[in-house]
Every structure is written in C-alpha cells, then in structure tokens.
C-alpha cells in the first residue's frame, strides 16, 4: 500500500464519489412526488426505491470480479458516468416507464460504486486509518442525502427558480456534481494495490463465501440496515401525512430529518467508536431503532413522530460501517469478493419496500412500520455476532 497517498488532494475527489453515493437515497423522496404527480397506490410507488436496490442482487458481485480485472479506480468511473446517466433521463421524460428506467440506472450505478468506492478506500490510507475514513465518507454520503428532500421541495414551492422543473431540479443539480466528481477523480493518481493473487474469482467462489455463518450473518444484517434506511426514507412521510393530516411539502421533512440525524450520528460513531466497542456501540443503535419503531407504529404525536424519525437516523447510521468492516477483516485475502457479497446485500432495499408497501395497503402505515420493526429485531440479535 502506498501511504504516501494519505493526502488531501487524493482524499478530496474520492469524498466527492461518497457525495454522489449518496445519489441514491434521493429515491425516497422522488417517489413520493412521483407518487402524487401520477395517482399511485402505495403498492406500485414503492416498485420505484425497490426497483433501485434490486440491481444491488444482480450486480454486486459481477462488480467485484469487475474490480479484479480493470481496478478499483476505473470500476468507480464507471458508476459514476452510470448515475449521470440516470439522472438526465427524468429530465427528458415524465413518464412513469422512464422514471423506472431512470431508478434501474440509478440502482446500478450505485451498485457499481458501493462494490468499489469503501475497498478503494485501502489504496489511500493506512489500515489504522481506514475505519474512520470509511465513517468520514459515510458522513459526506450522508450530506448528499439529506439534501435531497430540501432541494425537491426548494423546487416544488418555487416556479422561476427551478427553471419550469419544480421538485425535478434534483436531477440536474446532482448530475453537474456526479459530472465534475468523474473529472476530479480520473485526473488523479491512485496506486492500486493486486488483489489477491491476481486471479479473478468467479460467481461459485463469491457465492461460496455465504457458507462461513458469520458472512451470512453479516449479510442478512446488511439486509435489513438498507431495508430500515429505505423504508424510514420512504415511508417517514407517509406516516406523518396520515397520522397529522398534512400535504408532502410539509410532510417531506421527515426525509430530511431522518437523513440529519444519520449524518450527525456518523460523526458521532466515529468518536464514541474509540472508546465504546463495536458489541455495546452497535447494540445501543439496535436498541434506538427498536424503541423508535413502537413510538413510530402508536405515536400521533407530531413531536414524538419526529423524535422517533431521528432516533432511527441515529441508531442506523452506523450499522452498515461495523458490518462492512467486520465482513471484511473477517476475509483479508477476499476483500473485493466480500465487498460484493456485502453490497449485495442492499438488494434488502428491495424487499422491504415491497412487503412495506403490501402491508400499508392493507392496514396502513402502521403495517409498514412493522415491516421495519422485524428487521431491527434482526440487528439486536445481530449484536451478539459483533467482535469486541
């Protein structure tokens, strides 16, 4: 590893990647407006962030026997030009088809870039380093997603400003910033190190790797992280229009709340971190996600709706970090292998929209919450997998 690559004009267009990483989360808020504009039930907006995190199923392993062949570098120059691409397509048309051929791109894109951005992280800093610098980007991620809702609702409330776009000024505005991050980061060097013996893995080796319990463990783990994240993101809203009786607009600042509380909770981790360890840490997250769902699923109380809405952004912020880095040092010599095993775990992204969305139909939001509530079930009995 080349430490003489810890620097900040490395460091500066790789945390732009983690900024447009964060492309993706604008999903939830998009397909609520996309909701509205076309008359959707609940059932058929949620195919949208559903049909983003699918693609996490089908190419995250790809992408790591990817990286083994063209590099870690050249994978994330891909993802980026691939989200740049998705995000001019709702520009071009309204339609509900284009808006799901846009999310697809959107969700592969991501794919690509979650499989090869956290690993590219190893080939800049030093191992002691590479924990918080993977929180640090986490943070910066963060930003682009709680920045979503507050620019589509910018747009929504504004006719000049937006240029006729309204709430769909979002697109253009992350697409020149995917545009400028692919610049920056190909105009800079980057010192790759050989993975493993220089022999690409194939699907059976990859897919091999869920036989050791704690992979799998972590795995299912990752599932119901990205599960809880998209369904808060998507459904938070939806909640508080029900519960308070108030329009999108309004509403859409639980998207943003949630996304505050995450990005402010990655900066907490990153500190509590080094003096809690991962078991108790990660076990205090489950635990606030857990309490937030009961006052989630019961509460008609505007406050204790927001409360409940940023203790989830808190308790999930740092979940996917201790996973990630646990998968990864659990399997040195397989890192790009375990990475995209990991990601692919994000497909959880997926199911839990569609059984959210199942469930709302039928018994309101608090059938979503539900959903979500299992899954954090899931994260506390995860707590006793978590290595001290």
Known sequence: MNHTQNNTRTLIPVMLCFFT??????????????QKDLGLP???ANIMPSLVFFWFLIFSVPTGMLMNKIGRKKTVLLSISVTAVSLLLPILNESYEMTLAAFSLLGIGNALMQTSLNPLISNIVTENKLASTLTFGLFVKAIASFLAPYIAMWGATQTLPSFGLGWKILFPAYMTIAVIA????????IKEEKAGNGKASGFLQCFKLL?????????????????????????APKILMERLGIDLNEAGFATSLYFIFRTAGCLLGSYLLRNLSSRTFFGISAMLIIIAMLMLGFSSHRTVL??????????????FSIIFAGALQSLPNKKNEVSGLMIMGLFGGTIFPMAMGIAADT?????????????????LFYTTKVKQ
Do not use: E, K, R
Request: aromatic share 10%; charged share 5%.
């Open 211 to 235: 036989s050791n319990p704690f992979i799998l463990l972590c795995f299912i783990g990752i599932m119901c992280h990205v599960g809880i994240d998209v369904g808060t993101n998507t459904t």
């Open 182 to 189: 692919v610049f920056l980061l190909g105009t800079t060097p």
């Open 306 to 319: 927001y409360i409940a809405i940023a203790m989830v952004g808190l308790g999930n912020s740092n979940i």
């Open 21 to 34: 990483m964060g492309f993706v989360d604008l999903v939830g808020i998009a397909s609520n407006y996309v």
């Open 42 to 44: 609940d059932w058929q």
């Open 363 to 379: 018994a309101g939001q608090l059938g979503a919450v539900i959903i979500m509530g299992i899954g954090a079930a899931y994260l």
